[in-house]
């Protein structure tokens, strides 16, 4: 008997249909002898309409009510998804974020959680129970509901799991596993069989949402074996412990799986592209200490998340340009505050451009091998694509373009590095 998290994102709670198929593939994990805890998003498009309503009656909303709102989405699915578990003879119980609790700090609209109480949980899942749980919910230590940020339900779940010592965490979705990148816009994509947690985080970080980063970096602090695997399969599909989605595992794992299959390890693993950028250039600021900790203080004391920064080599006059990227959900603010700090920094002018793309290729054996970034800078060239700024990490290459070259930029990387689907069968 194993202990499993069942997670089910929003595309597969999305209706009647979909949600007596997930009350199906539940029962039949607990038939085959598991104790289950199952997590769930709301409808796809039920969190963009209700954060709509919240825009619609202010602004500059209360982030403390806007959870209100948001968390209301997952509440119906764990209700209902209850009702049908139980419809087909299954006992089962919803337990709402505030019930369990599912303790979190005070950051609304993108809470930390802290810990999970689990005593009740595990009790009524040891007494045969399914213990349903919304995803994405939280609770303050006083008592006000806060959500875990867009696409949270992944991190409620893998926090679920090492709260009651999971052995495994299913997260089930609307692609069979995860890709070489995005299969929805690029039809060579290679499903991978193991990705590693530093490659899963980054690639998460970089715009893969099919996981939250959050959920991958509190699985790599726990320990907890994550799977990715597709909701839509028939009844008689084989249970998830031989279902061949893609496991995330550490590096070490990885390294024996490939030794024993005598595989070579990609050098790239996967490629992201995240639309949610914008890029800001400051004209004209002065070479001197201190002229950039002016730009950027600011922006940190209003939490928001610089990602790439160039400046550019000094001019004779002793004068130069910054340009950096913030999400693109920040830009207003961001221009409001260097707006108003436009003596103290002394620039010239503010550019900004919402039409940009950062593409992202990721890989741990970038680490041992040169050439990754030249590769793609050649690629992109040879397409016309203009590269407006670069950034690197240890695995991973990424750079902002124009907007609408983002389809085609994927895939000319995803053929340069030898990621085509057909080119394995070659
Ligand atoms: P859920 O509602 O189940 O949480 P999401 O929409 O958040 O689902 O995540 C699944 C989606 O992630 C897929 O439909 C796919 O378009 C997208 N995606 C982006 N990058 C990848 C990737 N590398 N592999 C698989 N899916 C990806
Ligand atoms: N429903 C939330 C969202 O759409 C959380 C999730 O689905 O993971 O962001
Ligand atoms: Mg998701």
Redesign the pocket.
């Known amino acids: 008997m194993a202990r499993i998290v069942m997670k089910f ?4 709670m999305a209706g009647t249909e979909r949600i007596r198929r997930v009350a199906r593939i539940v029962q039949r994990q607990q038939a085959a002898g598991h104790e289950v805890a199952v997590v769930v ?1 709301a409808m ?1 498009g039920e969190t963009d309409r209700l954060v709509t309503f919240c825009r619609e009656a202010d602004a500059l909303y209360d982030p403390a009510e806007y959870d209100v709102v948001v968390a209301a989405g997952e509440q119906i699915t764990s209700g209902l998804l209850a009702m049908h578990l139980q419809a087909i003879g299954a006992k089962a119980r919803s337990w709402l974020g505030w019930q369990l609790p599912i303790h979190t700090d005070d950051a609304h609209a993108k809470a930390r959680i802290e810990n999970i109480e689990s005593d009740a949980l595990l009790a009524s899942m040891a007494s045969g129970e399914i213990a349903v749980i919304p995803g994405f919910q939280g609770l303050t230590a006083d008592n006000r509901v806060t959500t875990l940020g867009r ?1 949270g ?2 991190t409620s779940a893998v926090a679920v799991a090492a709260a009651i010592g999971a052995d495994r965490c299913d997260i089930y ?3 069979d ?8 816009i690029v039809a060579k994509a290679r499903k991978l069989s193991h990705v590693t947690y530093e490659e899963m985080l980054e ?1 998460a970080s970089v715009g ?3 996981l939250q980063t959050r959920s991958v970096s509190l699985a790599m602090k726990e320990g907890v074996r994550v799977q990715v695997l597709s909701s839509f399969i028939d009844d008689d599909a084989p249970a998830a412990d031989t279902i061949p989605g893609t496991m995330i595992v550490s590096d070490e794992e990885l390294a024996k799986i490939q030794e024993d299959l005598e595989m070579e390890r990609q050098l790239i693993t ?1 490629i ?1 592209a995240d639309k949610n950028e914008a890029k800001i250039t400051l004209t004209r600021i002065a070479d001197r200490p201190g002229a950039v900790a002016a730009i950027f203080s600011p922006l940190a004391a209003a939490n928001i998340n610089v990602d790439m920064i160039i400046q550019n080599i000094a001019k004779d006059k002793g004068e130069t340009d910054v340009t950096f990227t913030v999400p693109g959900a920040d830009l207003a603010r961001t221009q409001a505050l260097l707006e108003g700090q436009k003596e103290a920094i002394g620039y010239f002018r503010m550019i900004s451009d919402s039409k940009v793309a950062k593409i992202s290729v990721v890989g741990v054996g970038m680490k041992s091998h040169a050439g990754v970034a030249s590769t793609m800078f050649r690629s992109l060239a040879d397409r016309g694509i203009n590269i407006q700024a670069i950034s690197t990490s240890e695995i991973k290459v990424s750079v902002l373009i124009d907007e609408d070259e983002t389809e085609l930029a994927v895939r000319v990387l995803h053929t340069a590095y030898g990621l085509d689907a057909q080119d394995e069968a070659a």
Do not use: E, W
Not at 9 to 12: A, E, K, L, N
Not at 177 to 184: C, I
């Open positions: 994102g929003g595309t597969s998003s796809a696409g339900s992944d979705t609307d692609v596993g995860v890709y070489t990148t995005d299969p929805r690639l893969s949402k099919v996967g992201a």
